[in-house]
Antibody, heavy 123, light 112 residues
Framework: QVHLVQSGAEVKKPGASVKVSCKPS????????MHWVRQAPGQRLEWMGW????????KYAQKFQDRVTITRDTSASAAYLDVRSLRSDDTAVYYC????????????????WGLGTLVTVSS | HLEVTQSPSASASLGASVKLTCTLS???????IAWHQQQPEKAPRYLMK???????TKGDGIPDRFSGSSSGAERYLTISSLQPEDEADYYC??????????FGGGTKLTVL
């Protein structure tokens, strides 16, 4: 059974940065795309970007490409989401999700989700 | 411009069936989508992928009560024999030629 284990809740002040981690268990780390999706309180799911765990290629939603960096550490088998210059409207649950890939091809649907990391931005 | 539209809410009685709809923008009616379920206060869970032919690929442990189909630009999720635990938000997810992912606004399903 695949689980995506995320780091714990964070409380940050406006203007600060936050780094959230995601580690798969029950599955290999390499050969997939890992996505980040956030959900503000009472709001819809909002896609932020992805990273390919093999080559480190990334793709970001236009809204986030100036303030967000997604990285991976293959030795730690973990993916990371960095959000800079935090504002109160960045308060949300941040989810990592794995994209289904098979034999070197990826298919763009997210087949496993982490439990989420709550990031609260408050002065 | 790729867009995905869902009705904000739906309701059906316990034990009945319900069909949720995800509508792709007209230039993208050949695209596949994925359905995700989000029960209250929980993380989303992948249900299935549905292609333009109506073929669906379910996630691990998804009951037979859940099925997918297609017609034109519409992709459907049908849930039969509704159970209390089916009360949830259901999100449609697709992806564009620019490799970006798009979510619909979600449908809140109430089981009466």
């Amino acid at each position: 059974q695949v689980h995506l284990v995320q780091s714990g809740a964070e409380v940050k002040k406006p203007g600060a940065s936050v780094k959230v981690s995601c580690k798969p268990s029950g599955s290999t780390f390499r050969g997939f795309r890992m996505h980040w999706v956030r959900q503000a309180p009472g709001q819809r799911l909002e896609w932020m970007g992805w990273i390919h765990t093999d080559n480190g290629n990334t793709k970001y939603a236009q809204k986030f490409q100036d303030r967000v960096t997604i990285t991976r550490d293959t030795s730690a088998s973990a993916a990371y989401l960095d959000v800079r210059s935090l504002r109160s409207d960045d308060t949300a649950v941040y989810y990592c999700a794995r994209e289904y890939c098979n034999s070197g091809s990826c298919f763009f649907y997210l087949d496993y989700w982490g439990l989420g990391t709550l990031v609260t931005v408050s002065s | 411009h790729l867009e995905v539209t869902q009705s904000p809410s739906a309701s059906a009685s316990l034990g009945a069936s319900v069909k949720l709809t995800c509508t792709l923008s007209s230039d993208h009616n050949s695209y596949a989508i994925a359905w995700h379920q989000q029960q209250p206060e929980k993380a989303p869970r992948y249900l299935m992928k549905v292609d333009s032919y109506g073929r669906h690929t379910k996630g691990d442990g998804i009951p037979d009560r859940f099925s997918g189909s297609s017609s034109g630009a519409e992709r459907y999720l049908t849930i039969s024999s509704l159970q209390p635990e089916d009360e949830a938000d259901y999100y449609c997810q697709t992806w564009g030629a620019d490799l970006a992912v798009v979510f619909g606004g979600g449908t809140k399903l109430t089981v009466l």
